[in-house]
């Protein structure tokens, strides 16, 4: 069989497993060439919300020295808070057993060493719980950083959940991974967040009033998504949104034939094809799959069709697109997860319930590594991931804009 004109290379006599090992070293979005009709068919609508300047928001150009910091009116929330010398047990994240305990399939055998769903406890007057979700194809480990600095400086409980088929030994190609099994892990990580709260402690004991707890929700890329969609329908989530590159619309043109793709029967088709590949999952990241499966990719696109839709009608009434207060940080050079979606989100929101760290071009920050404190290394010390140069001052930034606002 001849391939003449295709979108992976030259013209090549090969076979079905050729054009497979093609798909898998280039990516599956090089078959979006061949996806026009389904494209014309169905690109997302552009969001009725007039876009603000950028300056108006409570914004941070991290290439500058002189970083503003938000002003907290009284230090008891931050200079008061838990540090990690201070607090010796708080500096490590423990696995989260009743989170592998209840989903059917899930055990500690299965999951690879340190992707586990983990969790830091705080003190038990504490009534404020962060969700913090990782992105397609990686692991709870993403966030660790993030959680540990959270729960130090603020003195909060941290969740970590492990979305369905990922971090796992064996991945199965992805194959039983859906959006409605994703939004069951969201679900019971706040269901479990709000009992933290409510259950009695030693120093809080059972009969006591109880303060009603407060409930952040946010992740990277692939999780700042579910974040957003939990926040526009739970309202428990009364806390702060905390969206780190997140995933609310893919980059230009190329993005957007992606989103049809994923959204199209093509993309369950090739899935379907490429089933017995999914070995090639596993590689050096230890943290990390390899590549994005399509079969997880198309929840995700179903999903930021779903907030599209919903942010359609909040804006067409008139409303803030979300009622919590929103922390975000992106890069503009962000390839996989345009910057325009957070725009739009944050110029559909009251200025003084947004705090936007934007990174530049030349600040070391392109999508995953925006919530990484140290590099990511192979077994033999290969950096695969470099750290976010400018985190510590990021977390500086998110928890002033926390706890002034929750």
Known sequence: MRYANNPFGPVVDGSISWLKSRVLRWGWLGLLCASEAVVAANLPAALPVKIQALNSFQQHDTAQQDVRLRAVNGSSTVANANTEADNPAQQQAEIWRDYISHFDGLSSDAIRPGSEPRLFRAGPDADHVVILIHGLSDSPYYMEAIGRHLHQTLGVHVLLPLLDGHGLKVPNGMRQVTLERWLANVAFAVDYAASMVATPTESVPAGAARKNPTISIGGLSTGGTLGTYQALNDARINGSVLLFAAALKFPGLRGAMQEAFLRSDWARRMDRWLEGDEAALIGNNPYRYSRIDIGSAMPLAQLMRRIEQQLQTIAKAGEPLLQQSVFIAHSEIDETAAIAG?????????????????????????????????????????????????????????????????
């Open 342 to 406: 957070v725009d739009r989100l944050a110029a559909g929101l009251p200025v003084e319930r947004v705090e936007f760290v934007r990174y530049k071009s030349g600040d070391g920050v392109r999508h995953a590594n925006v919530v990484l404190a140290e590099p990511i290394e192979s077994a033999d010390g290969e950096v695969l991931e470099k750290a976010n140069p400018g985190f510590a001052q990021m977390m500086e930034i998110a928890q002033r804009f926390m706890a002034a606002t929750d």
